[in-house]
């Protein structure tokens, strides 16, 4: 079956770069997304990218896409420690009608100042 | 814009008693909503997809019977534990998808259910 997969654990020192990855299995999906969970919260969408595109900027954040190689990557540009969080990854494919998302196990940023 | 809110946030029970928890889109109208649940550092793991006004499509292993899934309109969905035991204690996550066609899901704030 599908399989989304990331590192666990990040930790990155305040004003550097932070760079999450993630690898898909899946060569139908179509969107690939990042999200923001704080302990104790639901989770926020903080970017998406079609599996057309190979890049995406979004203010502090870049999303780059291998679709090669079903690589995601998200860089988060002078890391911030409000951007000490879980990030999940996901993927959903046009050919499931619902659009059920695959998740990540989730990797934990930790900012250290 | 996109928000979705779940109520109650927390809740505790005893055991064999039921719960609710109510999912709501608050500024669009949701054809699908889906319910999570997520252990403590860990993943979130689908439990069933609802499409408003027909019966929600459950996920192998998760129990129709004891999380009953009411998706009554087009901003509301409701989870139903039922007979809680200790082992349903985990944090409960709604999303919601606007429109058809449209993949982004948003997601709720979560429910901390406790059964005692």
């Known amino acids: 079956g599908e399989d989304v997969e990331q590192s666990l654990f990040l930790s990155v020192r305040e004003g550097d770069s932070s760079v999450i990855n993630c690898t898909y299995t899946?060569?139908?999906?179509?969107?690939l997304y990042w999200y923001k969970q704080e302990p104790g919260a639901g989770l926020q969408l903080l970017t998406y990218i079609f599996s057309n595109m190979d890049m995406k900027q979004d203010q502090r954040l870049t999303v780059l896409l291998n679709k090669k190689d079903k690589h995601l990557s998200l860089r988060i540009a002078d890391t911030q420690t409000g951007d000490s969080a879980i990030y999940f990854c996901?993927?959903?494919?046009?050919?499931?009608?619902?659009?059920?998302?695959?998740f990540g196990a989730g990797t934990q940023v930790v900012v250290t100042p | 814009g996109a928000v979705v809110s779940q109520h109650p946030s927390w809740v505790i029970c005893k055991s064999g008693t039921s719960v609710k928890i109510e999912c709501r889109s608050l500024d669009f109208q949701a054809t699908t909503m889906f319910w999570y649940r997520q252990f403590p550092k860990q993943s979130l793991m689908l439990m069933a997809t609802s499409n408003e006004g027909s019966k929600a499509t459950y996920e192998q292993g998760v129990e129709k019977d004891k999380f009953l899934i009411n998706h009554a309109s087009l901003t509301l969905s409701t989870l139903t534990v039922t007979s809680a035991h200790p082992e349903d204690s985990s944090f409960y996550i709604c999303?919601?998808?606007?429109?058809?066609?449209?993949?982004?899901?948003?997601f709720g704030p979560g429910t901390r259910l406790t059964v005692t």
């Open positions: 899946d060569s139908s999906s179509t969107y």
């Open positions: 996901a993927e959903s494919s046009s050919t499931d009608s619902w659009g059920k998302f695959q």
């Open positions: 999303s919601a998808r606007e429109l058809a066609g449209r993949y982004e899901q948003y």
